[in-house]
């Protein structure tokens, strides 16, 4: 079973690329974040590799870090989400913002991903829940370095968290929530905006 290839990228597609390995071309389908990763053909690359055998075709599916890779796996286990549902899920959401969408139980978030509907979007929710803590940059008590609270935040974030946290809700929870409105409405986000959007994911 393959699991990592270094070579050559010689194209870049939507939705895979082609890596020579010694000669040796291999097609991977990859996520978009993957792919926009990738080096611009032709440069070497290295891709983690998960191989799917069935009796008519095997299939590889590549990650350019553990993070994806690991998600992958876990979103695979899901009932109604298939290799191709994952890659769509990974591409509309890095493991960092789908793991904040999740926990803040944001379905319109998840439902970006194409083939993902309310009610596979809330089985997600449902199911995992209670396991993102232990994922690769999933978890809300231990936020990873691009989540906006990786530092203490500042200015309207900061108020925005206080206000929720004085209102009742928990810390992890509100962080969550104001993570996923700040991935939608921009860095700039005034704490009105913010406030009103995180009331409105925790009430889901």
Sequence with gaps: MIGRLSGTAEQIEDGRCLIDVNGVGYVVLCSARSLAALPAPPARATLLVETQVREDAITLFGFIDAAERDWFRLLTTIQGVGAK???????ALPPDQLASAI???DKGAITRAPGVGPKLAARLISELRERIAAMPTGSVFAPAATSPFAALPQGPLAD??????NLGYRRAEAEAALAAVQAEAGQDAPLDELIRGGLKRLAR
Excluded: D, I, K, P
């Excluded at 925005?160 to 946290?165: D, E, K, P």
């Design 85 to 91: 549902v994952a890659l769509n899920l990974l591409s």
């Design 103 to 105: 926990a803040a139980s």
């Design 160 to 165: 925005a968290l206080s206000a929720l946290v």
